[in-house]
């Protein structure tokens, strides 16, 4: 399952946002079940994750956790803790609970990315400023597709 391209939408005043059709399409396609939601590791967007991406990852986190190490114990606590299940209502929309839309900075108009097998969920403006720089992208790329690189 792969998502690919930025779609914009707007919350409602509860916090609700139709996930884009072209999203919903492949979620249908495959058969997903359900949604998980979770703030990003790293900065302040959303991920959305179909319940089987969800359940792959935290089983790939628990296959690496020993339950006897206080540290790795508590990654696997807080990674899971953190995230929510949501589910699509007829028209095609998710809540999005008040704490991730304040974490995200989200206060009406957002952009969707689709990141692989996830979809993230962006405030429009952190969204522009993200993909505001294609130089720094395809540093990045050159850096990773260098075929002399010993990585």
Wanted: charged fraction near 30%; charge should be negative.
């Amino acid at each position: 399952m792969r998502f690919t391209g930025s779609i914009d939408a707007k919350t409602d005043e509860k916090g609700r946002v139709f996930v884009p059709s072209v999203f919903r399409k492949i979620l249908q396609k495959e058969e997903e079940e359900g949604l998980v939601l979770r703030r990003d590791l790293f900065v302040n967007c959303l991920v959305l994750y179909p319940k089987s991406v969800w359940d792959a990852q935290v089983d790939t986190i628990r296959a690496r956790t020993n339950l006897f190490n206080r540290q790795q114990r508590e990654a696997l606590r807080l990674f899971t803790a953190d995230a929510e299940n949501v589910t699509l209502d007829s028209g095609g929309r998710m809540l999005i609970p008040r704490r991730y839309l304040e974490h995200a900075g989200i206060k009406s108009d957002v952009r969707f990315i689709g990141v692989d097998d996830t979809i993230e969920i962006w405030s429009k403006s952190a969204a522009e400023d993200l993909l505001s720089d294609p130089e720094k992208v395809g540093s990045i790329l050159e850096e990773m597709m260098n075929p002399t690189d010993p990585h």
